[in-house]
């Protein structure tokens, strides 16, 4: 039954078919062909108990969120401020990139955006500077990355909903390795345009005042995140209030930059109802495919396997790193999460591991797969907006970043604490 889920799973996606449709035609081949039990007859149940929830109301409103953001020109003044701050070190504007996608992760909560975002915004000056076209590349896909890790992100409501898991403590642990794992790709980038200068570009010094007077079109980004994440934490609204805050915030922002018209809106609202119920549709999939799985017995199958292997519990959690890593090469980061969760996620708090230190993890481990080809979505938003060059350079230039998220891989695995103290400790 196993080897049915996987390679029907890694079968259907390469005929194109829709994910969320994907998880549906599993789940009634596990009921056809393996369950006692007529399943489907409960079909209805587990859509109408999957889909009627406040918390899923927090997706669409932070994809608006992100919409009304990229359309109305925020990234591109931030883009502009962070380049006064960051583009001394060794690499100029590379560091721009990651900085700023960093600032956008803390709003979009999507890494697609996050990343055509950015690239939209840098590419041309890229190619206009002459900086290594692979290099430059690559940390906008990689740095697109932290938009589902940094709060407030889509994938950790999905997992907090899935789970049942709190979302502000996920939110909270999501914090600090976030802002590591950008650290970490700016000094990944140091290193290699030290040793290899031809890879960086031009630095680009400012004066104080220069940096002061960016920081008017930082404003607006900080307050942001501030009203969104503190109002939660504060204790004066669910995530779900907080997004709603935060759209509202988002228009004003847009009507004080004069960017707030019928034709943005439209295009914002459209934009968000596409990506919504992409969304809502593997939400729901998984959802029935997790009743199949479970009712057939394939979470017990799965865990008797890993038992009768005879390893320890940190072993365990090696292998299961190991096989998200070369799942991560086939599947999409949200078919991922919501195909996997259901199966993985018990088992790993069974081997005593806390389950939202382990969502973390999971975390960057489906974000190596916004990087990895053949299906590495980043790759090919990236590679649309640089408009020509080949699809490898970018492939290429993501390598140092993706040997970085395993460093953090690392370091949480060995260090828990980094995304377990603020949940503790607020």
């Given at each position: 039954?196993?080897?049915?889920?996987?390679?029907g799973?890694?079968g259907?996606?390469?005929?194109?078919?829709?994910?969320?449709?994907?998880?549906?035609?599993l789940?009634?081949?596990?009921?056809?062909?393996?369950?006692?039990?007529?399943?489907?007859?409960?079909?209805?149940?587990?859509?109408?108990?999957?889909?009627?929830?406040?918390?899923?109301?927090?997706?669409?409103?932070?994809?608006?969120?992100?919409?009304?953001?990229?359309?109305?020109?925020?990234?591109?003044?931030?883009?502009?401020?962070?380049?006064?701050?960051?583009?001394?070190?060794?690499?100029?504007?590379?560091?721009?990139?990651?900085?700023?996608?960093?600032?956008?992760?803390?709003?979009?909560?999507?890494s697609v955006?996050?990343?055509?975002?950015?690239?939209?915004?840098?590419?041309?000056?890229?190619?206009e500077?002459?900086?290594?076209?692979?290099?430059?590349?690559?940390?906008?896909?990689?740095?697109?990355?932290?938009?589902?890790?940094?709060?407030?992100?889509?994938?950790?409501?999905?997992?907090?909903?899935?789970?049942?898991?709190?979302?502000?403590?996920?939110?909270l642990?999501?914090?600090?390795?976030?802002?590591?794992?950008?650290?970490?790709?700016?000094?990944?980038?140091?290193?290699?345009c030290?040793?290899?200068?031809?890879?960086?570009?031009?630095r680009?010094?400012?004066?104080?005042?220069?940096?002061l007077?960016?920081?008017?079109?930082?404003?607006?980004?900080?307050?942001?995140?501030?009203?969104?994440?503190?109002?939660?934490?504060?204790?004066?609204?669910?995530?779900?209030?907080?997004?709603?805050?935060?759209?509202?915030?988002?228009?004003?922002?847009?009507?004080?930059q004069?960017?707030?018209?019928?034709e943005?809106?439209?295009?914002a609202?459209?934009?968000?109802?596409?990506?919504?119920?992409?969304?809502?549709?593997?939400?729901?999939?998984?959802?029935?495919?997790?009743?199949?799985?479970?009712?057939?017995?394939v979470?017990?199958a799965?865990?008797?396997?890993?038992?009768?292997?005879?390893?320890?519990?940190?072993?365990?959690?090696?292998?299961?790193?190991?096989?998200?890593?070369?799942?991560?090469?086939?599947i999409?980061?949200?078919?991922l999460?919501?195909?996997?969760?259901p199966?993985?996620?018990?088992?790993?708090v069974?081997?005593?591991?806390?389950?939202?230190?382990?969502?973390?993890?999971?975390i960057?481990?489906?974000?190596?797969?916004?990087?990895?080809?053949?299906?590495?979505?980043?790759l090919?938003?990236?590679?649309?907006?640089?408009?020509?060059?080949?699809?490898?350079?970018?492939?290429?230039?993501?390598?140092?970043?993706?040997?970085a998220?395993?460093?953090?891989?690392?370091?949480?695995?060995?260090?828990?604490?980094?995304?377990?103290?603020?949940p503790?400790t607020?």
């Amino acid at each position: 039954m196993i080897s049915f889920t996987s390679f029907g799973l890694l079968g259907l996606l390469t005929l194109s078919i829709p994910v969320g449709i994907v998880l549906f035609l599993l789940a009634f081949g596990i009921d056809t062909f393996f369950s006692p039990f007529p399943l489907m007859r409960g079909l209805g149940q587990v859509v109408w108990s999957s889909s009627n929830s406040a918390t899923l109301i927090a997706i669409p409103l932070f994809v608006l969120l992100g919409e009304i953001l990229v359309r109305s020109g925020v990234a591109r003044r931030t883009y502009a401020a962070l380049e006064k701050w960051v583009a001394w070190m060794p690499g100029g504007l590379i560091h721009a990139n990651i900085a700023t996608s960093t600032m956008f992760s803390a709003t979009s909560g999507s890494s697609v955006a996050t990343a055509a975002t950015v690239a939209t915004v840098a590419m041309p000056q890229a190619q206009e500077l002459g900086y290594n076209q692979k290099l430059f590349s690559g940390a906008i896909a990689a740095g697109g990355t932290l938009g589902i890790m940094i709060p407030p992100s889509i994938n950790l409501i999905v997992y907090g909903f899935l789970t049942e898991s709190s979302i502000p403590q996920l939110f909270l642990a999501g914090l600090v390795p976030g802002l590591l794992l950008a650290g970490l790709f700016m000094v990944t980038t140091i290193i290699l345009c030290v040793i290899w200068p031809s890879l960086g570009g031009p630095r680009r010094s400012s004066t104080a005042a220069e940096k002061l007077a960016g920081l008017a079109d930082l404003l607006p980004i900080f307050g942001l995140f501030a009203a969104i994440v503190g109002s939660i934490y504060a204790g004066w609204a669910t995530p779900t209030e907080a997004a709603t805050v935060g759209v509202a915030i988002a228009l004003l922002i847009a009507a004080h930059q004069k960017a707030l018209t019928w034709e943005m809106l439209s295009e914002a609202m459209r934009g968000s109802v596409k990506t919504s119920s992409m969304i809502m549709l593997v939400v729901i999939g998984a959802y029935v495919l997790n009743f199949a799985l479970t009712a057939a017995g394939v979470s017990r199958a799965l865990q008797d396997l890993l038992g009768g292997l005879g390893l320890g519990p940190l072993e365990t959690l090696l292998v299961i790193v190991l096989i998200y890593i070369v799942l991560g090469f086939f599947i999409e980061t949200l078919s991922l999460m919501v195909a996997t969760i259901p199966i993985v996620v018990p088992i790993v708090v069974q081997l005593g591991y806390d389950k939202i230190w382990f969502g973390i993890l999971m975390i960057i481990l489906v974000e190596m797969a916004l990087i990895t080809p053949p299906v590495g979505l980043n790759l090919y938003v990236v590679q649309a907006a640089r408009k020509s060059g080949s699809f490898s350079d970018v492939m290429l230039g993501c390598i140092p970043y993706a040997l970085a998220m395993l460093a953090m891989v690392g370091l949480l695995i060995l260090m828990p604490q980094l995304a377990l103290f603020l949940p503790s400790t607020l």
